[in-house]
């Protein structure tokens, strides 16, 4: 099973995505496209 770790940089520009995503269109969209993303993290990797 390959996994992966996100860098500290990309927990940073993260974090900064969701807040501009919250301030833009709010927390419900926030915490779609964050799930969309660990999804797509994952698939890149092959553990989902």
């Known amino acids: 099973m390959s996994a992966f770790t996100l860098t500290?940089?990309?927990?940073?520009?993260?974090?900064?995505?969701a807040r501009f995503t919250q301030q833009r269109w709010g927390r419900e969209q926030r915490n779609?496209?964050?799930?969309?993303?660990?999804?797509?993290?994952?698939k890149l990797v092959g553990t989902l």
């Open 32 to 42: 779609k496209y964050l799930e969309l993303l660990d999804v797509s993290f994952h």
């Open 8 to 17: 500290e940089k990309a927990k940073a520009d993260l974090k900064d995505i």
